[in-house]
Every structure is written in C-alpha cells, then in structure tokens.
C-alpha cells in the first residue's frame, strides 16, 4: 500500500509538532474539547526517556478551567518526575 502523504498533511504535521515542542505537551482533542494531554520526561540532558499522559471521559459540564487544570497537572507531573530522574542520575 502506498504511504505517501501531500504536502497539504505533511504540513499539518509539521505544524502540529511545533506547536507541542512550543507548548511542551500534546493535546488530542474531540469535538473541540480536551480529549487527551501528554508530555515528555527528561533527564538533565534535556533528552526524552518516557512520557507522561492522562485521557479524560468526556463530560457535557466541563469548562475551560477543568481543561487548563488538566494540561497544569500532566505538565508538572512530568516535570516532577523528570527533576527526580535527573537528580537521581548525578547523585549516583
């Protein structure tokens, strides 16, 4: 099968992946509203060694402010992990 894309995709691609690098997670939305949120965990380095990522059911009574906690909580979780990780690492 043929798994070429357009340059149309390619890049909706390229800048979906900017827009991640740029916000330091990722988001899968549904329907517009906030379906997932991932994000990296680093070492000192600054290279990647896991992620971190939450899925919500969705709820017809969520507000934006439920959105914005959940991207706060998956980001400093992953930041936590991440400081530990490093820290860990040069304690060794």
Known sequence: ???SITSKQEAE????????????????????KIAAVAAPITVDTGD?????????????NEDERVDS?????????????SNRLSFSRTSE
């Not at 990647?48 to 017809?60: F, M, T």
């Not at 906690?69 to 992990?81: D, H, S």
């Open 1 to 3: 099968s043929d798994l």
């Open 13 to 32: 691609v390229r800048s979906q992946l900017q827009s991640i690098e740029q916000r330091g997670i990722a988001i899968q939305t549904d329907n517009n």
């Open 48 to 60: 990647p060694v896991g992620a971190i990522g939450l899925w919500k059911r969705e709820s017809a």
């Open 69 to 81: 906690n959940f991207e706060k909580l998956v980001r400093n979780t992953a930041a936590t992990v």
